[in-house]
């Protein structure tokens, strides 16, 4: 009878996907041992992505809404930190709910707006991404928020689980985001099986069935922008801890938008793995390319000591990519095996 | 050409009336009024010195030039394609370092450079269009597109960076000096940047209106499906279409450069004023463009006079997302 029931619930994809994250998040926690130390820094920013490009998938790739300004999160969560942390002392951790909240707050505020008055595919995108430059803006002209310069996070003596802050090269700067991210996942994993999620995609494919089947759409619409503004500021929160500095350009620059997008397209929109994938492909890219160009081989040496190559390359692979494989990396090869 | 028609071209016309090139007419009329009736008002209670308000007026007018010549290819691609073209502004940095080359190693004059610059934008447009946004045409592709000028975008930029270096490049003006327009300053290149956006919006609305290609554009932009069923070639006229918003970035780059240092970046900040202008002035419409670009300088120049610094630019993101939300056929579009 229990042995049943048991295969009854591994049988469930909730409970297969969530093993799945188990067993990947503890195999993860083994990186630090196994990388060499100055590879951590990619590890890092390879995590970074992974959790904005998941927090930008609820929104976008589960809930239709096309966000390109993902900025604005992402910067919330770098700003809330550090202006808490540096002008009250409060800790990152409380920083980085805070972050979330308002976050969460400004994603529901402006997409009430831009659904209320109807807003979709193109305009929709065009509106985040002026607000993610508005935020921008202003910002770069409040005193309070140190206009152009930012701020610099005090550096501590000893390491400290309250602060947030380690010593170079610590191991918990590899675990904090992992942490993070299979949070984030287990979320998404939560939501996609619950009926809030199911409403989410429902509204997604067909907002006038859904809503002639009686679901509130605008709710559950916001329901999705705030989980995924939520886990992009967790995201900023971390990134200002990890480079104890963060500046209007770095929190809410375009280029942010555009890093939430591409692991998330890359991978596969619309799938739990897919931007883990994405990320695991674009994440290391600059670092391979940066190897390729300190030595070259002779096709390329003319490119010896340039930058530009890491971009470039993922510019080209997401054409390829959308153009030929819509569903992305992950989602298609889970297509092909479902088969 | 206009009284041969030929039997399908006669459907056409009569199939979409007289939609697309949207006139304005009294909407645009009341909206320069506005425009001139805030200046003078800033004029009489601004209280600041009405010499430095001219000299952000004429500032203002000629940034607003620029704007306007980046804009009006992109009310094609965005207006009457459809498309989210995000690698606009980066197509603005490939002719600007096209006619940069021009100049420094062959040591041709910046103008002459642009008019070899503007054939070789279109067949780069074109071939854009062809080879790679005619696959995503359909609708609800719009993700899709948006997807593959970024990714253009950030190819192209990225491919300058390798070729040419981050370090700002400019060239030497070869006309220098500077005009004084009701006692305020206005450089010459600037000048006549201004005078070749409004030759280039007289030109392309010409196109648009007088030629048979402006016909067919016009024909597909009101319903591509009934062009296409009436024997246009919808996917050649894409392309051209296209290639016309991209020559017309070319155009801009050249008159530009004078004036303007390049980095690989350069153009990226023109890209999301570009889209703010162009639905403004209400998609397709090449007046619309010229009007909401000279608005947008006018806003920053006389507004910083009271808004110093980025502060401006904050007030033209709040009006374009007010626009949005509430006028999406743009301020100087009809009322349809």
């Known amino acids: 009878m229990t042995g049943l029931s048991w295969r009854s619930v591994l049988r469930s994809p909730g409970a297969r996907q969530f093993a799945v994250l188990i067993v990947g998040t503890a195999l993860l926690a083994c990186l630090p041992y196994v990388l060499p130390v100055e590879r951590h820094a990619v590890a890092v920013r390879t995590l970074t992505f992974a959790i904005i490009a998941v927090g930008w998938n609820i929104m976008s790739g589960y809930g239709g809404m096309f966000s390109f300004g993902h900025a604005a999160f992402f910067g919330i969560g770098a700003y809330a930190d550090a202006y808490l942390l540096v002008s009250h002392g409060i800790s990152p951790w409380i920083g980085m709910l805070v972050g979330g909240g308002v976050a969460a707050g400004f994603g529901v505020a402006t997409a009430y707006l831009l659904l209320r008055y109807r807003l979709a595919g193109a305009y929709f995108a065009l509106a985040t991404f002026a607000f993610a430059q508005m935020l921008l803006l202003l910002v770069s002209n409040l005193d309070i928020l140190n206009k152009t310069l930012g701020f610099n996070i005090p550096i501590l003596r000893d390491s400290s689980w309250a602060m947030m802050q380690f010593e170079q090269n610590s191991n918990n700067y590899i675990w904090i985001p992992l942490g993070l991210l299979a949070l984030a996942l287990a979320v998404n994993i939560l939501l996609v099986h619950s009926r809030t999620g199911q409403y989410i995609m429902a509204i997604r494919d067909d907002e006038t069935a859904a809503e002639s089947l009686g679901v509130p759409v605008m709710r559950y619409r916001l329901v999705a922008v705030a989980i995924s503004s939520a886990i992009t500021a967790a995201a900023g929160a971390f990134y200002t801890q990890y480079y104890l500095y963060v500046d209007p350009n770095t929190a809410f620059g375009a280029t942010v938008s555009v890093q939430a997008i591409v692991p998330a397209v890359i991978g596969g929109i619309g799938t739990i793995w897919g931007p883990v994938v994405g990320a695991a492909v674009v994440g290391p890219l600059s670092e391979v390319t940066a190897t390729i160009l300190r030595d070259p081989p002779p096709a390329l040496s003319f490119l010896e000591g340039k930058s530009g190559l890491d971009v470039a390359t993922y510019g080209i692979l997401l054409i390829i990519i959308v153009l030929f494989l819509s569903r992305g990396i992950y989602g298609s090869l889970a297509e092909r095996f479902r088969r | ?336």
């Open chain 2, 1 to 336: 050409m206009a009284d041969k028609q030929s039997p399908t071209q006669a459907a056409v016309r009569a199939r979409i009336g007289s939609v697309p090139v949207p006139s304005g007419g009294l909407l645009t009329t009341a909206s320069a009024l506005a425009v001139l009736v805030v200046l003078a008002i800033v004029y009489a209670v601004g209280g600041q010195s009405p010499q430095l308000v001219t000299q952000a007026i004429i500032t203002g007018i000629l940034l607003g030039g620029v704007y306007a010549l980046v804009s009006v290819g992109l009310t094609l691609i965005f207006g009457v394609l459809g498309i989210v073209n995000f690698a606009h502004g980066t197509l603005l940095t490939v002719a600007m370092y096209l006619a940069y080359v021009l100049v420094t190693s062959a040591g041709i004059n910046v103008y002459l450079a642009t008019a070899i610059v503007v054939p070789v934008l279109f067949a780069l447009g074109y071939g854009i269009q062809a080879l790679l946004l005619n696959r995503l045409m359909r609708p609800g592709h719009t993700a899709g597109q948006l997807l593959v000028t970024l990714g253009l975008s950030l190819l192209l930029a990225n491919v300058l960076l390798l070729i040419f270096g981050g370090f700002e490049k400019t060239i030497e003006p070869p006309v220098s000096g500077n005009l004084r327009i009701a006692g305020a300053i206005a450089p010459a290149p600037r000048v006549i940047a201004f005078a070749g956006a409004i030759l280039i919006a007289i030109a392309l609305t010409l196109v648009l209106r007088r030629t048979r290609l402006g016909l067919t554009i016009r024909a597909v932009a009101a319903h591509a499906q009934g062009a296409q069923i009436v024997g246009v070639d919808v996917r050649r006229v894409f392309a051209l279409t296209f290639g016309l918003g991209t020559a017309a970035v070319g155009a801009a780059g050249g008159l530009i450069l004078p004036f303007l240092a390049i980095t690989p970046s350069t153009g990226e900040q023109f890209t999301i004023l570009a889209f703010v202008i162009v639905v403004l002035g209400g998609l397709g419409s090449v007046r619309g463009a010229i009007l909401g670009g000279l608005v947008v300088g006018l806003v920053q120049t006389v507004g910083g006079l009271y808004l110093p610094g980025t502060r401006a630019l904050l007030l033209v993101f709040a009006v374009f997302v007010l626009v949005l939300l509430f006028r999406p056929q743009g301020l100087f579009g009809g009322s349809s």
